[in-house]
C-alpha cells in the first residue's frame, strides 16, 4: 500500500493506492488563501499540518487496516512557494505563494544583474517563482530576512515535519528559479543573486528516490508501520504526469486546475525563455518537461459562478451549452488574467477584462466568455510551446474543469488536438505521489507509471474552430491594447 499526500492550494489531498493499481481511498480537507494586500497570495504552514493530521486522523478512523499496510509516502505540492525557517525550524512569515505577484521589481533587478540566468535556470524570473520572494523579503523585511537559515518548498516544510529531515527534489527545486536545471544541483550564481547560498537550501533527492522516514512518533499516532519510506515526490505538474504515466518524450496532459497548465514531456533540457515557457526537470531521473502556464483557469470559472450567483459551475455550464452559435458571437471577450499571467506574457500586472458587454448580455453569455477566455489562454500558451518544437498527437486532460465534456470539446477545437480524459484522472497529483513512494521502494517505471483507462474523448472540430478564430484575433488585440494600462 502506498499514501500520497497532495498539498494544493485549495486543498491537501490524500490517496491510498495497492500494488494492483487500485485507489483504496481518498480524502481531501479545504485550505483558504490569505490575500492581505493587493497582488499579495500567502497561507499559514501551520494551516497545512493541521490539514494533513485532520486527513490522517479520517482515514485511519476509515481505512485503519490499509493505513497499517502503508510501504511508502509520497509528496506532491504547489510549487514555487517560500517557507522561510530561523535557525531552529520556526516559520519566520506566512508562506508566499505561487500565485503572488508582489515581487515583479525584484524579478527585473535579477534579470539585469544575471542577464545569463535563462539560461541556467530555464525560465525568466517571474514573480511567481520562489527566488524573487526572497528578495522581496530581502529589500522590505531585512529583519526577518537575516534571521532565515532555511528556505524550503511548500511540500518539503510538510516533509519536515514528517521526518525531521530537510529534502527537496529535482521537479519542485526547478521551480524555484536556483536550480541549474540541466546539471540538477543548486546554481551558486542564482543563490547569490538573493543573497543566500547552498547551506540555506534543502537536500536534493530524484522524486522517484527515498529521501528520508517517518518519524516513530507519527507511524504510532496514525497507525502506520514503523520505518515508512518518504520519497522524493514532485511538484504538482510533475506528480500528476507521473500519476497519468506522462513520462516519456512526447507525452502531455492540459490540467484545468486553479491555474492552466500544458505539459509536454522531454528527453533533453529544452529551454524557452523567450516566450515564457518553463523548462522543469521531471520527478524522474534523467527527464525534463516545458510547460506553459496560465495563472487563472478553473478559477476563473468559479470566480465567474459566485459572482453570478449561480448553484454551481455545472449548473452555469449547461446554460452556456444552450446559447446559439450566434449568440457566442455576440458574447463579450473576456481576458482571464484574474492573478496576471505568465506563459506567453510574464506580466503580474494583466487583470481580468470583460469587454463588449451590453444589456442583452445575461449570465449563460458571461459564463460563455470566461470558458472561452481561459481557453483562448492555453492557446497562446500552446501556441509558445510550439514556437519551441513543442508537439503531442494527444494530451490527456486533468483537473477540475475536466468534468465538463462541454470545455473539453470547445478546447480540444481551439488547440486542435484530441483530450483525452483517464479514468482516476481527478486525483491528479496525489494518485502520482503514491506512485513516486511506490518507486522509492523498489517498483519499476513499466510496472509503476501505467497510462489509465480511457474514460472520454474529446475529438476536435474544426468547424467550432474557425468559428473562434476571429474572435482569438480580437482576444489578443484586446491584451495588446490594455497591456500599458495594466502597469
Known sequence: MFLGIDLGTSELKLLLLNEQHHIVATTGVPLTVQRPQPLWSEQQPADWWAALDQGMAR???????????????GLSGQMHGAVA????GAVLR????????????????MMAACPELPTITGNLAMPGF?????AWMREHEPALFARVARVLLPKDWLRLQLSGEAVSEMSDAAGTLWLDVARRRWSPEALALTGLTEAHMPRLVEGSEASTTLKPELCARWGLPAGVVIAGGGGDNAASAVGMGVVKPGDGFLSLGTSGVIFLCNEAFSPNPDRAVHAF???LPGTWHQMSVMLSAASAL????QTLGQPNEAALIEQVAALTPAQRQQAPIFLPYLSGERTPHNNPHAQGVFFGLTQAHGPADLGYAVLEGVGFGLLDGWQALQAGGGHADQLWLVGGGARSDW??????????????TGVGAEAGGALGAARLAWLAVGGTVAEVCRTPDV?????????????????????QRLYAALRAEFG
Open 455 to 475: 474514460a472520454r474523448v474529446a475529438e476536435p472540430d474544426a468547424t467550432l474552430a474557425a468559428s473562434l478564430r476571429d474572435r482569438h484575433a480580437r482576444f
Open 407 to 420: 470545455w473539453a470539446r470547445l478546447l480540444a477545437s481551439l488547440l486542435d488536438v484530441r483530450l483525452v
Open 94 to 109: 506566512p508562506a508566499i505563494l505561487w500565485n503572488d505577484g508582489r515581487s515583479g521589481p525584484q524579478c527585473a533587478a
Open 59 to 73: 482515514l485511519k478512523a476509515e481505512h485503519g487496516a490499509a493505513l497499517a499496510q502503508v510501504r511508502g509516502i
Open 85 to 88: 525557517l530561523d535557525g531552529d
Open 281 to 283: 526537470c521531471h520527478a
Open 130 to 134: 520562489t527566488a524573487p520572494k526572497l
Open 302 to 305: 468559479r470566480w465567474v459562478t
